[in-house]
């Protein structure tokens, strides 16, 4: 069978193949306790799914518009204005089926054939691979430990070529938990100023995930504000991934390019949950400061875990549910059946052997590291690094 030569261009997410491993694992009898969990555990706050049930009694059941109801676009605005200071209009707001549909359209929008697109890492996974799907180039740009994996204004400037087109970021960020603070982002958004062909992707679904201070936008810099694709949605903040809504905001010119890709692939988002966002977002975030809360507290105890397992690094995750350890301490050690020669071969073995999920940090652009991620209960947290350490210590 000959399928399209574009299917080499991109990888499966290592991400949803690990779930998929651990889902198999369970079929055959096994109690495997998923800590590649990129979602969080709690269920929909209770106004948010009544939104959504009132919804279908009403019958929103037709085709939506394109870029979203005027009322969710409206009420994206109001959210942007009430948390973050910053001042959109319905016309700079679109809406998609989750945020990597708004990323994807972004990049699409943004990019031709050989444009560079310059990506710190650790990245979230798909970043790579939709600029690939684009026909860009990624530029990697790893960042250290020491800086808490966060890009520093040098290393941008000096990797900005005549081929740059696009710089793709999170904060809070996933894998890392890293959080850029007004500062740091000040300092990136001053060697942009000197480059303004360079348009600037800031991917805040961890926004309200954050457990060291208030949210900073780099959509904040005026200078910069046509240049800056702000990507959010309710997955993260709000317990919906299952609903799959993402939206942008950004220059009405993007907006418009945005709706016209979407146009030809998904058209308007699911109507019933256009209609539960639009409660959430215009709501308080009592129901979100909860679940952070609790985050918070899993994040003390499993720094405590990691601490207790010998050869393991990490730096205190600042936002999002994910902690990132270094492992390269036990690359080439065996526990007599097996050998570990990379973070791969690591997961596979702590998922076959102590049967707890967690992903590579090669597919997050850093080999010498895995994502462990604590949107689990405490209960099986702890079990979970129980099983952990016990495996680590078969390895000599």
């Not at 679904?205 to 200078?223: L, R, W």
């Not at 699911?270 to 539960?276: D, G």
């Not at 507290?297 to 875990?305: G, I, N, S, T």
Request: proline share 5%; glycine share 6%.
């Amino acid at each position: 069978m000959h399928l399209s030569s574009r299917l080499t261009l991109f990888n499966e997410p290592e991400t949803l193949k690990m779930a998929k491993l651990g889902r198999e694992l369970r079929t055959r009898g096994f109690d495997v306790i998923d800590l590649s969990l990129g979602e969080p555990d709690f269920n929909t706050p209770e106004h948010i799914k009544q939104a959504a049930i009132k919804a279908v009694q009403d019958n929103w059941s037709h085709y939506p518009p394109v870029a979203g109801y005027p009322e969710l676009r409206e009420a994206v605005c109001h959210k942007l204005k009430r948390d973050n200071n910053l001042d959109y209009k319905p016309e700079n707001i679109v809406v998609s089926t989750g945020a990597k549909q708004s990323i994807a359209n972004t990049v699409f929008a943004l990019i031709s054939k050989g444009d560079e697109v310059i990506i710190p890492t650790p990245y979230w996974v798909s970043y790579s691979e939709i600029v690939k799907l684009g026909e860009g180039v990624p530029r990697l740009i790893r960042t250290k430990m020491e800086n808490k994996y966060k890009l520093t204004p040098d290393e941008l400037e000096s990797n900005i070529t005549d081929k740059t087109r696009l710089f793709i970021f999170s904060s809070p960020c996933n894998p890392t938990g890293s959080v850029y603070s007004r500062e740091e982002l000040k300092a990136l958004a001053d060697v942009f100023e000197k480059h303004p062909r360079i348009f600037i992707i800031s991917d805040e679904i961890y926004e309200y995930i954050n457990y060291v201070s208030s949210h900073e936008s780099i959509a904040q810099f005026d200078k910069l504000r046509d240049r800056i694709i702000i990507i959010n949605g309710m997955s993260k903040g709000y317990a919906m991934t299952g609903y799959r809504l993402g939206y942008i905001a950004a220059h009405a010119e993007i907006a418009k390019a945005c709706e016209k890709l979407q146009g030809q692939f998904t058209s308007g988002s699911n109507s019933v949950t256009q209609r539960a966002a639009i409660t959430a977002l215009n709501s308080d975030l009592g129901a979100t400061e909860v679940m952070v809360k609790e985050f918070e507290r899993r994040k003390r105890k499993v720094m405590e875990f990691i601490a207790a397992i010998p050869g393991l690094k990490c730096v205190e995750p600042e936002g999002a549910f994910y902690v990132f350890p270094v492992v390269k301490d036990y690359f080439g050690k065996s526990d007599g059946k097996e050998t570990i020669k990379n973070a791969d071969d690591l997961c596979m073995y702590l998922l076959h052997n102590a049967h707890v999920s967690t992903v590579t940090g090669s597919a997050f652009g850093e080999p010498d590291c895995i994502r462990i991620s604590f949107a689990n209960s405490m209960e099986k947290i702890a079990e979970g690094f129980k099983r952990l350490k016990e495996a680590f210590s078969r390895l000599k």
